[in-house]
């Protein structure tokens, strides 16, 4: 630990697998740590040469989304809890950190009800409330988006559509966009019902529908409008050989071959003397 700042690892709320955070003990904030990773990157510090050229960033991180993790958990039991009973964890048993911060306790109200007794708050996980408040950090971050000018539309399109397709920026590409950024921090199917409390369109609806093959038959008889057995059997039969030559052959049957001698001529027998 230096200046107060110690490297932990708690479960990521998103995949439930362990991620690496940065507590400051002075600041009593939470940091998620992003790496930025590039393949032959190196840095030149002072006179000396680092090899490794990863790139570490610390960013303050909401530490409600990684209890959140624990109160659906916990809710599986359908009844108010105390926090500290909550946030337990055997395999990141620091995840006890998160009671620490400050500023926690006034952001619960927001994903769960509460209840106190006897000067001792109980906590039980709320769906609809954490909706709304998941609801807010997506417009939130999509006014960011836009005050910023973040190009959205293309690509919110390339994680839907395949081949060049032509967008602008709506209103619509803003919020699936802040939509994919929120869900890197809930669960895939938080992410899934809130896509649906944002009335977003399903995936599938934004895919273009590829022609049919199908062929619907008619039980009226087809009249032809060409009598087909005009075409000459001599003209087919010679597409039919000249689909089957090469282009060289192609090419050589185009040449202007009058006043040339056959080059079977070169090789045929010679004209004998008279004696």
């Known amino acids: 630990m230096k200046r107060g700042l110690t490297f932990v690892k708690l479960v990521n ?5 362990g991620a690496m955070y940065l507590f400051d003990i002075y600041l009593q904030k939470l940091f998620e740590i992003k790496v930025f990773k590039e393949k032959c990157h190196s840095w030149f510090i002072n ?3 680092q090899s490794d050229g990863h790139l570490h960033f610390a960013t303050p991180m909401d530490p409600l989304f990684l209890v959140l993790h624990y109160l659906i958990k916990a809710d599986k039991e359908g009844k108010f809890q105390p926090l500290d009973q909550v946030v337990v964890d055997d395999i990141f048993p620091n995840c006890i950190l998160l009671l620490k911060l400050p500023e926690l ?3 619960l109200h927001h994903v769960t009800e509460e209840k106190e007794i006897n000067s001792r708050k109980y906590y039980k996980y709320n769906k609809e409330k954490t909706l709304k408040w998941l609801e807010k950090k997506v417009m939130h971050t999509s006014a ?5 000018n ?3 539309g293309a690509r919110v399109q390339s994680a ?3 081949g060049d397709q032509v967008s602008s920026d709506k209103e ?3 919020i699936r966009y802040a939509h994919g950024l929120i869900s890197d921090y809930i669960p895939k199917e938080l992410s899934d019902d809130l896509s649906k409390y944002l009335k977003l369109p399903a995936p599938s609806a934004l895919l273009p529908s590829p022609p049919s093959k199908k062929i619907k038959l008619s039980d009226e008889p087809v ?3 060409e009598d087909y057995t005009k075409f000459n059997t001599k003209d087919m039969k010679t597409e039919k050989k000249n689909s089957k030559m090469t282009a060289a052959q192609k090419a050589l049957a185009k040449v202007d071959k009058s006043g040339m001698k056959s080059i079977a001529s070169f090789f045929g027998a010679k004209n004998k003397k008279k004696i």
């Not at 709320?13 to 697998?17: I, T």
């Open 172 to 174: 619509e590409d803003y």
């Open 144 to 148: 960011a988006l836009k005050t910023n």
């Open 105 to 107: 306790e006034r952001l």
């Open 223 to 225: 009249e032809a409008k």
């Open 150 to 152: 973040i190009n959205v």
């Open 47 to 49: 006179q000396s040469v």
């Open 160 to 162: 839907y559509f395949s």
């Open 13 to 17: 709320p998103c995949s439930g697998e």
